[in-house]
């Protein structure tokens, strides 16, 4: 008996039995990529630029707040669009208490300092613009993930790439249009006291250029109730300054807008502290009108008849019941803190997933059998030990699919394909090696032991370049391409196990029984 | 017992200097083509754009799309049978329409002529200005990377003549399968670049048996009395059956992904026919006999100082 037979034989069956095990039922265990089965994948980039921007307009207000408590009169104090904001003070012999406010100011220090003018910039530093912009994306993942839970996909995946990107992944979801819109969205409900409403027919530029830094011109968004066609019309002027924001909701719901038949609305409570807010911000400004404004679009302007205690709001428009749900889900959830932009969008059908399968499938078991025969008629019965650690290797490579998750894509069926032609490559190798010894006149025992010895190293030297490509596709690919560098490797391990290990002790089954052996199938 | 090769004995290095004639020829080829048609044909991977795949419940007519993508303003539509006349794939570039709108756009414009019947949209894809840009240097990245590894890996287990003159091979095969891809007009996308990759680690691994033959008949037989050729000739004869062999069952393997893996997957199934037999022949005839004609030009280098002595 060799050595080490039986222990050898356990390891054999205890892979064969694990790999079945996991592959059990056959159709659960894999994972099918996107393009085999159908779905969404979008990457989206985080406007950081746009989203500092904004921090540092909010910060130059802030700052002015903090400076006006000291009571030191400023004459402006404005971002200059590169991360920092234009301090000009009324007088300069306010200085000292002015600098000194501004070193104590978070995140900012000020720089480019003009005493005579009374005049300094506020710069951002660099460790606050890292945090600003981190904060930033993990939030934006983090509410993202809770929308699209909320609108109910299975197994998604929302992951960060790199500094500024985030993967979405929808296995099988087939409302693009409503799923882009339920992502892109910002979700950001402001709510904004009306200076003055405007003709449609407004010249919005110059009125833009007229109007004192605190008032903006605001649009509202109108749609055709046939094409659903939209367009978006000057509506007013409003305080630039929200006096509320949506952070402070607790909770959203759909009805039917009694006012507009076929028109939804959203219903939104705010929390304790929101709710309170909202009770003076209507209490203070009664017979006015206040905008309520999503995205920076106008919703309604409605006018204030009285202090409304509850908390309630209602956010009309001309919603579908679709758009209606996407906005509660969305205000529910909370606002992505900077807008988004969709850089990638990949969407595969369930028609054309069931295709490619097919089509794969076809291709594997096609290469499959023609490796077989080929193995068999060239090699005959060791053929036969080779086909059987081939189909070994298969199982191998599907059980370790599913046992690590791995998600199998049209290119990952191209690897497997690709696997069988190469797989047989190491008992190829390792017969070449049998028949020359055997030709340089060795008997079959010693032919088969320095055939398998020689051939060793150069079964995993070949083996090396094939992991370090698989590597390197895996490294850089995303998606599909990485199923097929998954596929290429874990076919690789398998194959080792199978021609090494599973080979030669085939080998020893069938041939090393006997103790003189004459002759060899190979 | 069948046998390809019995006891083979080319004289593949004597033949080199046709074979290397052949490689030229062959890479001018499809370097022309290339310049011919300015360069390769990115597919929106790399290029950016969008690309709508529809098919029809009956075969339309080009111009009938044509003319209902006009009607909205994608005159600059590309539009392609894909595998089916049923099937088609409507591409647009980057431009200033340049939005994921312009699918829904697509999908309305071919609903609203009434006259293309039925239709089911397959496949949506839009890759922004920014990621195919990103994708390109990840591209050039990968292949660098991986033709890096192997001079490393070789260059470590063998020597640096041996890495250096596999990755030549490897990519004398790059540039053919890229010349191919030319010359039928395929597109460059995501899988084929995965493709180029994996043949990068083909061509390689024949490669390897071959130098790691080489080394072992050196230090079982020693290398007095015969010329460097002529091991290296051996060796490759030696492994001769065994690098046809296995590129025979991967050739069967690709070729059939070819026929039958689909059309998503053609220029991808196509790259790879083409790397397994560059790949395979590059190993016979380019990898070994460079290494016989670097170490030729060494020795000729070595003496000639000599003589340049002498006649000083």
């Known amino acids: ?522 | 017992m069948i046998q390809l090769f019995a006891t083979p004995n080319y004289n593949f290095i004597g033949r080199r200097r046709w074979a290397y004639l052949a490689s030229a020829l062959f890479i001018l080829v499809g370097l022309v083509s290339l310049v011919s048609k300015g360069g390769l044909r990115y597919d929106i991977d790399f290029a950016g754009g969008t690309l709508v795949q529809v098919r029809f419940e009956q075969a339309p007519r080009v111009a009938d799309i044509r003319r209902s993508l006009a009607g909205i303003g994608l005159e600059t539509a590309i539009i392609q049978e894909f595998g089916d006349p049923r099937e088609f794939i409507v591409r647009l570039p980057l431009g200033d329409k340049d939005s994921t709108a312009v699918a829904r756009q697509i999908q309305q414009a071919l609903g609203g002529a009434g006259t293309l019947g039925a239709f089911e949209i397959r496949r949506v894809e839009f890759v922004g200005p920014q990621v195919g840009r990103d994708l390109q240097l990840q591209a050039i990245y990968a292949v660098i990377a991986a033709a890096a590894g192997m001079l490393l890996y070789i260059a470590l287990r063998f020597d640096l003549k041996g890495g250096v003159a596999a990755i030549v091979a490897v990519a004398h095969d790059v540039l053919v399968s890229v010349g191919a891809l030319s010359l039928t007009d395929r597109e460059f996308s995501l899988p084929v670049l995965a493709a180029i990759l994996t043949i990068i680690g083909y061509s390689v691994n024949d490669t390897i048996v071959a130098y790691d033959r080489l080394r072992e008949n050196r230090a079982r037989l020693g290398v007095r009395g015969r010329p460097f050729a002529e091991q290296i000739n051996t060796a490759i004869n030696q492994t001769l059956s065994r690098t046809v062999l296995t590129a025979l069952t991967t050739f069967f393997a690709t070729l059939l992904l070819l026929v039958f893996g689909g059309k998503v997957l053609e220029d991808f199934a196509f790259a790879l026919v083409v790397g397994v037999v560059t790949g395979t022949y590059s190993t016979v005839y380019i990898a070994g006999a460079l290494i016989v004609d670097w170490t030729h030009y060494v020795e000729g280098r070595v003496r000639r100082p000599k003589k340049a002595v002498a006649k000083a």
Request: glycine share 8%.
């Open chain 1, 1 to 522: 008996m060799p050595r080490y037979f039986w222990v050898r034989v356990v390891i054999v069956l205890a892979v064969v039995l694990a790999s079945v095990w996991y592959l059990y039922p056959l159709q659960r265990t894999i994972n099918l990529g996107l393009d085999l089965q159908g779905g969404i994948h979008l990457v989206l980039g985080v406007e950081l630029d746009k989203h500092l921007a904004g921090q540092v307009e909010r910060a130059a207000e802030d700052f002015k707040i903090a400076l006006d408590r000291k009571g030191i009169a400023t004459r402006r104090v404005v971002s200059d669009g590169a991360a920092r904001f234009v301090v000009e003070l009324a007088s300069p012999q306010v200085w000292t208490d002015a600098l000194t406010v501004a070193r104590e100011f978070t995140g900012f220090a000020p720089v480019d300092q003009d005493q005579a003018a009374g005049r300094f910039v506020m710069a951002i530093d660099e460790r606050h613009t890292a945090q600003v912009r981190e904060d930033a994306v993990a939030q934006a993942v983090e509410r993202l993930r809770n929308r699209i839970d909320a609108f109910g996909v299975a197994e998604p995946t929302i992951t960060r790439q790199g500094a500024d990107r985030i993967l979405i992944q929808l296995p099988g979801v087939q409302d693009v249009e409503r799923a882009k819109a339920l992502i892109g969205q910002t979700g950001l409900l402001e709510f904004k006291l009306v200076d003055r409403f405007l003709e449609p027919d407004v010249r919005v530029e110059e009125l833009q250029r007229q109007l004192p830094p605190d008032r903006e011109v605001l649009f509202r968004r109108l749609v055709d109730p046939e094409t659903r066609a939209e367009r978006r019309v000057p509506y007013v002027v409003v305080h630039r300054r929200a006096l509320l924001t949506g952070a402070g909701l607790t909770a959203a719901a759909v009805s039917a807008d009694p006012n507009a038949p076929g028109n939804w609305q959203v219903n939104i409570t705010f929390n304790p502290a929101g709710a309170q807010r909202f009770a003076e911000i209507t209490e203070q400004n009664v017979g006015r009108h206040l905008a309520i404004v999503l995205d920076g679009v106008v919703n309604s302007a409605p006018r204030i008849n009285e202090r409304i205690p509850g908390g309630q709001a209602v956010i009309t428009g001309q919603f579908t019941i679709e758009e209606a749900r996407n906005l509660r889900i969305v205000l529910g959830e909370g606002a992505l803190p900077a807008s988004v932009a969709i850089l990638e969008e990949r969407t595969v059908g369930p028609s054309l997933g069931a295709d490619s399968i097919r089509q794969g499938m076809v291709a594997i078991i096609g290469s499959a059998l023609l490796v077989f025969i080929f193995m068999l008629v060239y090699y005959r019965l060791s053929g036969l030990v080779a086909d059987i650690a081939l189909a070994l290797n298969l199982l191998m490579l599907l059980a370790a699919m599913a046992a690590f998750g791995a998600t199998l894509t049209l290119p990952g069926i191209a690897g497997i394909a690709l696997t069988i032609g190469m797989a047989v490559d190491t008992n190829i190798l390792i017969f070449e090696r049998i028949r020359e010894e055997l030709r340089a006149g060795k008997t079959v025992r010693a032919a088969v032991d320095a055939g398998f010895a020689r051939a060793f190293r150069a079964i995993i030297y070949t083996h090396v370049t094939v992991l370090v490509t698989a590597a390197i596709l895996y490294n850089f690919g995303t998606g599909p391409v990485r199923g097929f560098a998954v596929t290429l490797f874990v076919g690789l391990m398998a194959s080792l196990f199978t021609a090494v290990f599973f080979t030669r002790l085939l080998f020893d089954v069938f041939y090393m029984g006997r103790r003189r052996l004459q002759t060899i199938s190979i």
